[in-house]
Structure formats: C-alpha cells, structure tokens
C-alpha cells in the first residue's frame, strides 16, 4: 500500500485486485472519486446518492462502496496548490477503479488538460463512450433510436499528445528551421509565424484500441467495428491507424472477422460477386465486420444512415469530435457517459463527456445523467450487473414520466423541470 501525504484512503473497505487478468472486486471496495469543477459538485451529490441507492436496493446491505474522496483540479488547488496531487494519483493507481467529475483545464499552468493529464499519467489508452438513445429524450433528427454505437476513442496519443510549440519562440524557429534544412519540408506556408504540433500515431497504440474494441464488439455480439480516419490526407498516421487496424484484426482474429480489406483483396483477385459472396458467408456464419469509413463522411453518414454503424474504432482527436457529434444525436451532452480504460492493467476511470459547464456551477441544476450513466459503466466493469440494470431502469423511466433536468425540459412538451438533486431523487423513488 502507498504511503498517502495529505489524504488517506477510509478505514472500512478493501481494495479491488486484478488477479489473472480478471478483476476481483470485494464486497465492500474502496472507490476513489474525484468530485471535479464547475458543476461537478451538484452533480457529484446527486449521482453518488444514486449509485449508494442502487446497491442498497440490489443487495440488501451486503454490499456497500466505500468512497474515497482525491482532489484533482480547482479544489485540489484551493486545498493543496497542485491541481493533481501525487496522492490521487497514487489512490487511482493503487484501487484500479475510479469515478470522476469534469475538470477544469488550468490557465496559464504547466498542465494542458488535467483529464489528459491523468489519461497519460494511468496509460488509459481507450476512451470508451456508448452513445444510445432513451425513449423520450428530445432529439434533433427523426429516428434517433437508430444509433446504438460504441466509441472506441484512442487515448493516448495523436494531436493530444500535446507535442507542440508556440508561434515566436526560439523552439518553434528550432523545429521550422530542421523541418525546412534537414527535412526538405517546403510547405510551411507562413513559417515565420506559425507554430508547430506533432502528431504521433503508433502501431502499438493502434493495435491495442483496435484489439479493445474488436474484443467488445466479439463479447456483446456487435455487428462491426468501424476504424474511422482521415487517412486520404494523413498517410502515415490516420492511413496507417486504417492498415494497422485491418493487420490487427487479421493476425489476431482470423477465424472472427471478415475485414474490407479482405474484401478488396478478394474484388481484386476475383471480382465483385465473388468478393459480395464471401462477405454475405462471413456475415451469415456470425462474423464480424470490420470496415473502415473517412471521418467527413462519417459524421454525415451517422445523421442520413446510423443503423450501418455499431462499435466505432477512431483516433483521439475523430473521437473527441464524434463523441459531442453523437451524444448531440441522442439528445445531448447531459446523458452521454464514458470511461478512460486501460484493459491490460484493469484501470479505469470513469467520468461524462461533457465539461464543466461553469456558468451552472452551484445552481443544482444541470443533469446529472452523464456521471450517473458513467456510473453504470463502472458497475458493469465490477460485474455489479444488478446495481447497473437497476440505474438504467430507473433513469428510462424517470425520461418517460416527463420528469426532467432544464436540458431536456426545454425541448420537451408537458416536461415538469426539476433540479439536479430533485431528478436523482425521482430515479431512486423509481428503483
Ligand atoms: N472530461 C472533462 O473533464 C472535460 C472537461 N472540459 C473542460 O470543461 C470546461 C468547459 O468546457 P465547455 O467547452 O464549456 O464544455 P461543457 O461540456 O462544459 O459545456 C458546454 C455546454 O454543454 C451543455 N452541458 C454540459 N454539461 C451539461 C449537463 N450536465 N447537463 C446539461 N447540459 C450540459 C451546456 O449547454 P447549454 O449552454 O446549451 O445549456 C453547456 O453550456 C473547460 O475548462 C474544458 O476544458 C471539457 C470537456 C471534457
Ligand atoms: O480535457 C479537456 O479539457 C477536454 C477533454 C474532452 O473534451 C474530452 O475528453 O472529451
Ligand atoms: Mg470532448
């Protein structure tokens, strides 16, 4: 056990184990949770009252989590001048399985953004986020039941690397200088005043998102993975994402998958129909389809043909963008969950999608549903299923009965608003 500077973990509660690859979660785990900024109070307050609710009612008692509060962000600051203390770290690191608010990115600090931060400090390479429709939920397009996608978000790398230099400085004239001597790069077109952003893409990095999402996909009975790229324009690393996600899938799942790129072997050799025949018999003996699609199109293939993409496989920054994009879909930013994962280690991090909304910090009003659904995920990844079914039931019905947060009331006929305390309040009275 690490030794804890400023806050140590409670005294009731056990660790949860990964042993052989599996997680061994105890009767009583200790969670830690980070509450975050803006309106991570409010709905901090709110979910963890969901989350005791579920497990009360699930198990009678003979289950309980034993929360431990880390600070990361404002209020790590305001306490301990760090925006991430080594103990939060050390807390998430030691108990595997974690849960957080939105943070505030700091201005003008060493630290870009404090959840990529904790991503890259953790290796949480997948940033899991599943994007379902709840009847009710107000949506801008007609058939929004029609997405039921899983994003598979690279975690760990590309542009958010944060590999980069700023405009005027004496190492942005270093790099200029070696891409244009050294390199031959002759297409910097404003060299004197641009700045300069890296972005590396790996085949190790890209083998293991793939392999996450290839592997949920194969559990839950998916359809297809989807590797969505720009690789027509950046060759080598979102082309290179596209080939390595095929080769992966190829090497390592032979018997599992049928890929496109086999497909465009098989049209090249033997044609069209030939190349049609052996998808339709990959398809009709339960193979998975793993295809690939250029990310502009994508997204306006998700608004025209949604049904056609189920688990998506992408890079950081296509994911960043896809996740706003197909949360907006299903009816917003207010109950789109996520988890930052490291499925080898068994780490993981829960939290929303959304920031930290600060213009209703303190006002308890925003939903709460995205941290209550990130919520879900956990005790699914726990194997807490009961727990998990139970919030999901709960929040449908909760939706169905009008009985909504100002997000969803505003856009909803004959809504009744409540608060965010108000809202975790009726989905326990529906449990
Ligand atoms: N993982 C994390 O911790 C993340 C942190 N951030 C950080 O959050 C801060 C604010 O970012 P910003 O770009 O404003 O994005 P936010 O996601 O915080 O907010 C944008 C808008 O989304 C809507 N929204 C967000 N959360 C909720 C909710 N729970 N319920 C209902 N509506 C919600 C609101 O829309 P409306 O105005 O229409 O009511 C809000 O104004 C920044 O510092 C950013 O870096 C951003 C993303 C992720
Ligand atoms: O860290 C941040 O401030 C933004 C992160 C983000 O937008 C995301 O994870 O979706
Ligand atoms: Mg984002």
Not at 54 to 68: D, F, L, Q, T
Not at 183 to 200: A, C, H, L, N, Q
């Amino acid at each position: 056990m690490p030794q804890f500077t400023h806050y140590a973990p409670p005294a009731t509660g056990e660790p949860i184990t990964l042993q052989n690859g599996k997680l061994n979660v105890p009767l009583h785990p200790i969670i830690p949770f980070i509450e975050g900024d803006g309106t991570g109070p409010d709905i901090w307050r709110a979910s963890s009252r969901v989350f005791d609710a579920a497990v009360e009612k699930s198990y009678g008692g003979e289950r309980k989590i034993a929360w431990y509060e880390v600070y990361a962000g404002e209020k790590a600051f305001n306490k301990f001048n760090e925006w991430l203390p080594e103990d939060t770290l050390k807390a998430l690191t030691e108990y595997i399985v974690s849960i957080k608010g939105p943070l505030t990115t700091p201005v003008g600090g060493g630290i870009r953004s404090l959840n990529v931060a904790l991503r890259q400090e953790l290796d949480l390479y997948v940033c899991q986020r599943p994007v379902r429709y709840f009847t009710g939920v107000p949506s801008p397009v007609k058939q929004p039941e029609l997405v039921d996608m899983v994003i598979f978000r690279e975690n760990s790398e590309d542009i958010y690397a944060g590999v980069e230099w700023q405009e005027g400085t004496p190492e942005v004239q270093k790099v200029i200088d070696f891409l244009r001597n050294e390199m031959d790069v002759k297409k910097i077109r404003f060299p004197e005043t641009s700045g300069i952003g890296i972005k590396p893409v790996s085949r190790e990095g890209t083998e293991r998102l793939v392999r996450a999402a290839i592997d949920y996909a194969l559990q839950h009975g998916r359809k297809s993975v989807t590797l969505v790229h720009k690789g027509n324009i950046m060759k080598f690393t979102e082309g290179a994402f596209k080939n390595w996600g095929y080769e992966v899938a190829e090497r390592e799942y032979a018997d599992k998958v049928f890929t496109w790129a086999q497909y465009d072997r098989i049209k090249d050799e033997q044609g069209s129909d030939a190349a049609n025949r052996a998808q339709a018999e990959a398809q009709a003996a339960g193979k998975l389809i793993v295809k690939d699609v250029i990310a502009d199109a994508f997204l306006q293939q998700i608004l025209t043909r949604p049904a056609e993409y189920d688990v998506i496989a992408t890079l950081n920054l296509n994911g960043d963008y896809i996740s706003d994009a197909l949360a907006a879909q299903v009816g917003g930013i207010g109950i789109a969950p996520g988890a930052n994962i490291n499925y080898v280690t068994g780490h993981a991090v829960f939290e929303a999608t959304h920031g930290t909304a600060p213009k209703y910090a303190n006002l308890d009003k925003v939903n709460p549903g995205s941290v209550i659904l990130s919520g879900v995920m956990m005790f699914e990844f726990m194997g807490w299923q009961e727990a998990a079914d139970m919030i999901t039931r709960a929040l449908e019905k909760t939706i169905e009965q009008k009985v909504v947060t100002y997000d969803f009331a505003r856009l909803m006929e004959g809504a009744t608003e409540v608060k965010t305390s108000e809202f975790a309040d009726k989905i326990i009275e529906n449990m």
